[in-house]
C-alpha cells in the first residue's frame, strides 16, 4: 500500500553543533551584556497532512559563553538561570503553518526557564539562502521576555526586565524519519 505525501510525518533533529541561542539584557538600559547558548538539542516534527511543523528545543543552561568567565558563572548562578537546579531550558511551539517557516511571521509557543512555564511569542525571519536546501539554512527567530515573569527580579536598579532572544536552528535528518502517525 503507497503512502500518500500528505499523510507523510517526517521529523527533523536540531544539529547541536550549528545551533545557538543568543540573549541580550541592558545594563542601566543603555549597555548590552551579550551570552550565547551553545548547547541545543530537539526536534521538528513536520506533519504534511496538516502542513504544519511543531518545534522542541532544549537548551543546555550550563553551556553559555559570555565576554568573562565571572559572568558565564553570575548567569549560571540562582540569581539567574539556576542551572544546578534547572539545567535546561526547553521551548515547544504551536504548530506552525509550513509557509510561514519559507516566508517569516510570528510563531507562539511555551517557554520553560527555571520551572517556570509562560507562552512566548517570536518572530520567524524569513530564511535568507538562495540556491541552498533546507539542510543548509537555519530557520532563524527572534523575540524578548521579561525576567521577571521566570522569577528572575534581583537587580532590578541596574538591568533591564527585558531580554532580547535569538535563536539560529540547524536541523539534520533523524533515523527513520518518514512514518504514518
Not at 40 to 49: A, E, S, T
Not at 75 to 95: C, G, M, N, R, T
Not at 109 to 126: A, C, E, F, Q, Y
Not at 152 to 159: A, D, E, I, N, P
Request: proline letters at 6%; charged letters at 25%; a negative charge.
Amino acid at each position: 500500500m503507497a503512502v500518500r505525501a500528505e499523510q507523510r510525518v517526517d521529523y527533523l533533529a536540531l544539529d547541536g553543533e550549528k545551533s545557538w541561542v543568543d540573549f541580550e539584557v541592558k545594563v542601566l538600559w543603555l549597555v548590552g551584556v551579550r551570552g550565547r547558548f551553545g548547547s541545543v538539542h530537539g526536534m521538528i516534527k513536520v506533519d504534511h497532512f496538516r502542513s504544519a511543523a511543531t518545534v522542541e528545543a532544549q537548551i543546555d543552561a550550563n553551556v553559555v559563553s559570555m565576554r568573562s568567565k565571572s559572568h558565564e558563572e553570575w548567569v549560571k548562578s540562582p540569581e539567574f538561570f539556576d542551572a544546578e537546579h534547572y539545567p535546561q531550558i526547553l521551548f515547544v511551539s504551536d504548530p506552525i503553518p509550513l509557509k510561514r517557516l519559507q516566508n517569516g511571521g510570528e510563531i507562539e509557543g511555551t517557554l520553560t526557564l527555571r520551572g517556570i512555564s509562560k507562552p512566548v511569542r517570536l518572530n520567524l525571519i524569513k530564511p535568507d539562502c538562495p540556491g541552498e536546501s533546507a539542510d543548509n539554512c537555519p530557520v532563524e527567530a527572534e523575540g524578548s521576555i521579561r525576567r521577571s515573569d521566570f522569577g528572575m527580579s534581583s537587580r532590578r536598579g541596574t538591568l533591564s526586565d527585558k531580554v532580547e532572544l535569538s535563536f539560529s536552528i540547524a536541523t539534520k535528518p533523524m533515523n527513520g524519519s518518514s512514518a504514518i502517525p
